[in-house]
């Protein structure tokens, strides 16, 4: 388990949801306006690893910089980053908790105080597939750490799921569900204390 979660953060709308049948290519500057003002939101989520197990949880985001995956049971897991740093949590491992850099993971691009994806060279791909905006980015400044392939819709502008491509070649999918933005989180809910100290009970 602990690597199946490793994957989707190094490498994290419901499966059915329909998808608006008008959509139109957005923009970058569009992209980062809608990541930029999305500031809280809480909502369900299905990951797709990459040896084609699903899994499935409730997806915190406080940005900048704080995100938490709660994993639905069997699934013992717990993901929480906070203070520039990614905590994974097993409860079913006999190992302690790992912790890595969150600029390790291509979701700091996401949890940046400030995203600017007309950086020079941050977007690798900027494509329309009909109904949604593909946008494929990496941080120029840690390449080997993967990339991030996220999908929006327009309409209004909407993140549906994004993809992990890590540097080994797995690719881990996380799609998003109904999700409510502008929501107010407890602070515990990304305080990786609580969370250490609740492993064990």
Do not use: C, F, H
């Given at each position: 388990?602990?690597?199946?979660?490793?994957?989707a953060l190094i490498v994290g709308l419901n499966v059915a949801s329909t998808l608006p049948a008008a959509a139109e290519k957005l923009s970058l500057n569009a992209i980062s306006t809608y990541l930029n003002g999305l500031k809280t939101a809480q909502g369900a989520f299905t990951q797709i690893n990459d040896d084609g197990t699903i899994?499935?949880?409730t997806l915190y985001i406080s940005?900048?910089?704080?995100?938490r995956f709660e994993y639905d049971p069997p699934e013992q897991a717990l993901v929480v980053a906070s203070a520039n740093a990614v905590v994974i949590i097993d409860k079913k491992s006999n190992q302690p908790p790992?912790?890595?850099?969150?600029?390790?993971?291509?979701?700091?691009?996401?949890?940046?105080?400030?995203?600017?994806l007309d950086r020079a060279r941050m977007v690798m791909g900027h494509d329309y597939d009909g109904t949604a905006t593909i946008v494929t980015a990496q941080d120029p400044d840690n390449a080997e750490y993967g990339t991030i392939q996220m999908s929006f819709t327009d309409a209004p502008?909407?993140?549906?799921?994004?993809?992990?491509?890590?540097?080994?070649?797995g690719?881990?999918?996380?799609?998003l569900g109904a999700f409510e933005t502008g929501v107010s989180l407890d602070s515990s809910l990304f305080d990786r204390s609580v969370?250490?100290?609740n492993r064990d009970r």
């Open positions: 388990m602990k690597n199946l979660i490793l994957v899994s499935t949880g940005r900048p910089g704080k995100m790992e912790t890595y850099p969150l600029n390790r993971t291509p979701l700091s691009l996401i949890l940046a105080r400030q995203v600017n502008v909407q993140l549906r799921q994004w993809i992990i491509n890590d540097a080994n070649g690719q881990t999918t996380v799609i969370a250490l100290r």
